[in-house]
């Protein structure tokens, strides 16, 4: 019988090394599969309100396709809402300052440099690389984030009607504004062109400039909204194989992955979500001494709404005995949600709801915890008020919390 010698120390180290080079590969090869495939995974919100979830296979202005289990499903672009990135979160560190690039067309940019010759600009961007274009298309540039107060002013000078541009600078304890024209810009300083003299004002001591230019708001197909909240209306956009090349209406180029972007918006005004509204009327009536505000796109926990199984993104939680009216300046056809007693209180909750589109009662009956869920999809058109009422129940305003998934009004 053939002798079976002890491995050695090498031989330890020899296989050892072994098990980690193949654990290590294995990892290679598998997390770039998870990855994309998690990269990809997205939720397209059709023109009927519906939520399709699947991973993302192509992009393009005539359509999308999604991959939904072992089908592929193709559907027409303009029937699509709004696609929004799974699971994806900001990726820029927010304790670093930004500076907010804004176009003629409403292309926000936070930039991490720019310049400015007076002809052509080019915007250094963490998540978009390096962007340029004409000088014609800036309108203006904030350097600083500032507080309320200096915000509030900074949106007073925005909206003046000025021939010249502004140079903003910073004071003590808030900004003023200069007027003249903006010659050009670097990382160093704002070049600044006063009664024929060009000064050179370093960029800590200037809040931001406005150029005398026209807004240009154009016709975009639709608009991302980055994970940082950059804002780029589209002119044309595509995706292929991890790719997303867009092209904005300002004419900029764009390419990036769909893990840098948290929503692409082709909704174009043809729906508005109740959650994005100011109320015109909100009032709030406790039963008991604890108060309980109404919450957008969240449920009192602060997690998501959900209502008879499904979790919705979009929507209101309103708590009895709550009051909302909101305008419609008989702008909107349709009024629609998914209504029930949100499912973090479970069989409790017992509310009397009426809803009304000026003096027409649209709805009108109890909703307890634990019922199916209610449809709601009613004709508003000509109408100009939308009148909520979430009244106390049997319950004496306990677990009062009534959800409206999806809640939205339809042009």
Request: proline content about 3%; hydrophobic content about 40%.
């Amino acid at each position: 019988m053939k002798n079976l010698q002890p491995r050695t120390p090498n031989n330890k180290r020899r296989c050892c090394y072994g098990l980690w080079l193949s654990i290590t590969l294995g990892l290679m090869l598998v997390r770039p599969l998870a990855l994309f495939g998690q990269e990809s995974k997205v939720e397209v919100t059709l023109l009927t309100g519906t939520p399709i979830q699947g991973e993302l296979k192509t992009l393009s202005d005539e359509s999308v396709v999604i991959q939904i289990a072992d089908e592929l499903k193709t559907i027409s672009r303009t029937n699509v809402l709004t696609i929004k990135s799974a699971g994806q979160e900001e990726t820029i560190d927010a304790s670093t300052p930004k500076t907010m690039v804004t176009f003629i067309d409403g292309t926000h940019i936070k930039a991490d440099q720019i310049s400015y010759d007076g002809t052509t600009l080019t915007v250094q961007s963490t998540l978009l690389g390096e962007l340029s274009g004409k000088g014609s298309l800036l309108k203006h540039v904030r350097y600083a984030e500032g507080d309320s107060t200096t915000l509030e002013k900074w949106a007073d000078i925005l909206a003046r009607d000025s021939k010249q541009d502004l140079l903003v600078i910073n004071k003590e304890d808030s900004i003023d504004f200069v007027e003249g024209v903006i010659s050009k810009l670097d990382e160093k300083a704002v070049y600044f062109l006063l009664d024929g003299e060009e000064i050179p004002v370093g960029i800590s001591k200037v809040f931001g400039i406005v150029l005398s230019r026209k807004i240009s708001p154009g016709k975009p197909i639709g608009v991302i909204q980055m994970t940082n909240k950059d804002r780029l209306p589209l002119a044309s956009i595509q995706y292929v194989e991890g790719k997303l090349v867009a092209k904005t209406d300002s004419g900029l180029n764009i390419t990036t992955t769909l893990a840098a972007v948290d929503l692409i918006d082709f909704r174009q005004g043809r729906l508005v979500y109740l959650s994005e509204l100011e109320p015109r009327t909100y009032e709030y009536t406790p039963f008991f001494d604890e108060e309980w505000k109404m919450r957008r796109d969240q449920n009192f926990d602060g997690s998501l709404i959900r209502v008879g199984n499904q979790s919705f993104t979009r929507g209101l939680c309103i708590h009895s005995k709550t009051l909302v009216r909101y305008r419609l300046a008989g702008e909107y056809r349709r009024f629609q949600a998914v209504m029930g007693i949100d499912e973090l209180v479970g069989n409790k909750g017992h509310t009397h709801v009426v809803i009304k589109a000026d003096d027409q009662v649209l709805f009108e009956g109890d909703v307890r915890g634990g019922d199916d869920p209610v449809d709601l999809d009613f004709e508003i058109t000509d109408k100009r008020d939308l009148e909520i009422l979430v009244d106390f129940g049997a319950d004496l305003s306990v677990a009062d919390h009534l959800a409206l998934g999806n809640a939205r009004l339809v042009k």
